[in-house]
């Protein structure tokens, strides 16, 4: 939408300051910061689905994370400890219920005690109260548990991400901020006085943009010319819901110990904060970005994966694993035997097949995995390059983090 002609090129008249690609709760919670911090400066976030969180944001379990598995010094364990905070500050002013409900880490044989030990000392480095237990005190907590020794995280809680999502988008709103939904991003393009985002419903011309898009974040870049050799691999997890009878068995959450040589935590039971009980989930390749069910399958996300060297690296890597997440993905027998490592009354008839979600998973071209938060751009342009798990609990600080990265790569764009 040119306005007047500047010499060697032509300025445009703004529709926003800040357009944010993504109104998951990464995006949402940027948003709302920026507008904390700046408080003149008018955010517009472009949303391709009918209504916000609709993917990771609303396909996961709702833990808040206390942040005991992240290495000390990484983003994630900065963001997290300072993030779970932050969001039950935040719950409890706008009324969203959550709970603090604990958590058992639990090994199950002598064999996992060295990695048992090596999470606690993890823990310690990142500040967060743990207590070494013995099978009387874990019983005491958990009473259907079976394990040789645990680690309990009091301050582990649960909540509905939707709700903290739809909370915010009425803070953003009243704010003067505006959040469209059903419009899909098709490209970017930077000129000398802004930037344009071309939609399926029309341009956007702003400042500046930080995209948030998950499963997309790779495609979003592209646009913008940054690639730097990662790439989105979905991988579909599913979850099963406890029957009554066995859902009586579990208080809380109920985790194993993380196996250093899996890149995948394995499965675990949740009391979810509508007191549903689930439990997994597995780690399966999605056969499309957005595929929450096995027959979901897409062409184009195929392809792209089969032409990324660096997913078939991922996949040579981890053959074992990929085989057992497989098998348990079409055994119900089979996910019932892990469960039973924990829960040993349970049978696979207190299994029904539930929910699922799919992760993001960023794989460099070499097949690795990028464990840490990771953000980019350049010029008018911030990208979120990864957010996995605790991406949720931490989402108010890392909005807080983009909001401040934000200031300072713009500041000549938004005077």
Known sequence: MPASSNGSHTRFLRDTHIVIVGAGIVGLATAWQLQRRRPGVRVTILEKEAEVASHQSGHNSGVLHAGLYYRPGSLKAQLCVDGKREMEAFARSHGVPFRTCGKLVVAVAQRELPALDALARRAAANGIQLEEIAPERMREIEPAVCGVRALYSPATGVIDFRDVARALVRDIED????????????????????????TDAGDVTGDCVITCAGLHSDRLAAMTGHRDGVHVVPVRGDYYTLSARAAGWVRALIYPVPDPTNPFLGVHFTRTIHDAVLAGPNAVLALAREGYRRRDVSARDLLELAAFPGAWRMALSNVATSVGEAWRDVSRRAFAAALRRYVPELSDGDLTFGPSGVRAQAVDRHGSFLDDFSFGGSGRVLHVRNAPSPAATASLTIGRHLADEAGRRFATFLT
């Open 175 to 198: 704010a003067g901020g505006t959040v469209t939904t059903g419009r899909r991003v098709t490209g970017i393009h930077e000129l000398p006085d802004a930037i344009v985002v071309d």
